[in-house]
């Protein structure tokens, strides 16, 4: 049986982008990330620095790399993009070794 894959990105916003206004964007991605085969969870934090997280979970590594690709080809992700600050993104792919589950 396969891991879940988690899908971490963290970043800052662009000067000038407002947390709702963020929030409120990345909203508009939900109905995409909904619709991927293999969606677990998701969670987007922020930090007292400034910095942001945008955590997902996927049911293996195959489909979270498949849908970071995907989700670059929606008709929202270049406002996504234009909304971090430049060179402030990092994505990485992990291996869920334990889950704890309420």
């Known amino acids: 049986m396969s891991k879940h894959a988690a899908e971490i990105v963290t970043f800052k916003l662009a000067e000038g982008v407002s947390p709702a206004d963020f929030t409120a964007l990345m909203q508009r991605t939900e109905a995409f ?3 991927q085969d293999g ?4 969670h987007l ?6 910095s942001w997280t945008d955590y ?15 989700f670059m080809q929606q008709d929202f992700a270049p406002e996504v993009v234009a909304a971090l600050a430049p060179d402030s993104a990092a994505m990485r792919h992990e291996e869920v070794q334990w889950q704890m589950t309420p």
Do not use: E, H
């Not at 293996?60 to 970071?68: F, G, H, L, P, R």
């Open 56 to 70: 997902v979970v996927w049911k293996d590594m195959a489909t979270a790399q498949k849908a970071a690709q995907t």
């Open 39 to 42: 969606f677990v969870t998701r």
């Open 45 to 50: 934090s922020r930090g007292a620095d400034g």
């Open 33 to 35: 990330v909904r619709a």
